[in-house]
């Protein structure tokens, strides 16, 4: 059974840090690239950053990059995204997304607010 399960998400204040956690299992996890997406209220859902599989490969968006870090652990299964420097705009739910050809897997999300 496939499934990835994101977790550390919260609340938190404006220049504050969290470090999300995406936990896999039930698939070849080291050969799939791994995405975190966000989709905030009213919005649509937006990718933030993406690991290649070996984890030598990153890409963010501009609206992350510098404040954001993705990387995999893959004798764990766990794909993370480090946050910091948080915003009021990063409010959003977070998604890890799995990709191999065209196999994509979604985890269920997790809530991060940013507010005061």
């Known amino acids: 059974q496939v499934q990835l399960v994101e977790s550390g998400g919260g609340l938190v204040q404006p220049g504050g840090s969290l470090r999300l956690s995406c936990a896999a299992s039930?698939?070849?996890?080291?050969?799939?690239?791994m995405r975190w997406f966000r989709q905030a209220p009213g919005k649509e859902r937006e990718l933030v950053a993406t690991?290649?599989?070996?984890?030598?490969?990153?890409n963010y968006a501009d609206a992350v990059k510098g404040r954001f870090t993705i990387s995999r652990d893959n004798t764990k299964n766990v794909v993370y995204l480090q946050m910091n420097s948080l915003k009021p705009d990063d409010t959003a739910v977070y998604y890890c997304?799995?990709?191999?050809?065209?196999?994509?897997?979604w985890g269920r999300g997790t809530q991060v607010t940013v507010s005061s």
């Open positions: 690991i290649t599989s070996a984890g030598d490969s990153t």
């Open positions: 997304k799995a990709t191999y050809i065209i196999r994509n897997y």
């Open positions: 039930g698939f070849a996890f080291n050969i799939y690239a």
